[in-house]
T-cell receptor
Framework: SQQGEEDPQALSIQEGENATMNCSYKTSINNLQWYRQNSGRGLVHLIL?????REKHSGRLRVTLDTSKKSSSLLITASRAADTASYFC???????????????FGEGTQLTVNP | DSGVTQTPKHLITATGQRVTLRCSPRSGDLSVYWYQQSLDQGLQFLIQ???????AKGNILERFSAQQFPDLHSELNLSSLELGDSALYFC????????????FGPGTRLTVL
């Protein structure tokens, strides 16, 4: 079953605008990761935010995490046509540092940035 | 380029057949993960190996098996293939056994006819 649910399912914006995608999850987590996937290709890791962090930045990306609401958001500022892709959140559920790990992915948000 | 390699890129086979997908992790990574991406199920975790040992198991069918070899490369074996096994199969790797950034390979696209 899908742990994360992204919202919206699809987003279409103009170059230069900001894009915000949201993710909700159900269980306690160690961390939450965001990935990008260009059509039919591999997943590119964007950012990891740990459960004890509330906000993280990487270039034009800003991720927030609210563990009380079990939700996260990904903001892409000053979007470019090259940002067109599917964006997935993935949660790593609680388990010790020595226990195994698994990522549970949401269904993704398809972002289209129009030139 | 994540540093994770997967072969082959594409695989077309018939129902009932058996195939082997291969993954080489990033240099220094001890954990290897396998994921399946299909249109109806989305991205699903299959199995994790760490330094040769199975460490976590997801929704992996009994017809599927995996192993990690001493040189840390991994193979995913899919047998008695069905049409519904057609999907993208991704391998990912990480340094740690537990919670850690996972780096994904380009995937193997399997088509079962």
């Amino acid at each position: 079953s899908q742990q994360g649910e992204e919202d919206p399912q699809a987003l279409s914006i103009q170059e230069g605008e900001n894009a915000t995608m949201n993710c909700s999850y159900k269980t306690s987590i160690n961390n939450l990761q965001w990935y990008r996937q260009n059509s039919g290709r591999g997943l590119v890791h964007l950012i990891l935010i740990r459960s004890n962090e509330r906000e993280k930045h990487s270039g034009r990306l800003r991720v927030t995490l609210d563990t009380s609401k079990k939700s996260s958001s990904l903001l892409i500022t000053a979007s470019r046509a090259a940002d067109t892709a599917s964006y997935f959140c993935a949660t790593d559920e609680e388990g010790g540092e020595t226990s195994g790990s698994r990522l549970t992915f949401g269904e993704g948000t398809q972002l289209t940035v129009n030139p | 380029d994540s540093g994770v390699t997967q072969t082959p890129k594409h695989l077309i086979t018939a129902t009932g057949q058996r195939v082997t997908l291969r993954c080489s992790p990033r240099s220094g990574d001890l954990s290897v993960y396998w994921y399946q991406q299909s249109l109806d199920q989305g991205l699903q975790f299959l199995i994790q190996y760490y330094n040769g040992e199975e460490r976590a198991k997801g929704n992996i069918l009994e017809r599927f098996s995996a192993q990690q070899f001493p040189d840390l490369h991994s193979e995913l074996n899919l047998s008695s293939l069905e049409l519904g096994d057609s999907a993208l199969y991704f391998c990912a790797s990480s340094v740690l056994v537990g919670t850690d950034t996972q780096y994904f390979g380009p995937g193997t696209r399997l088509t079962v006819l």
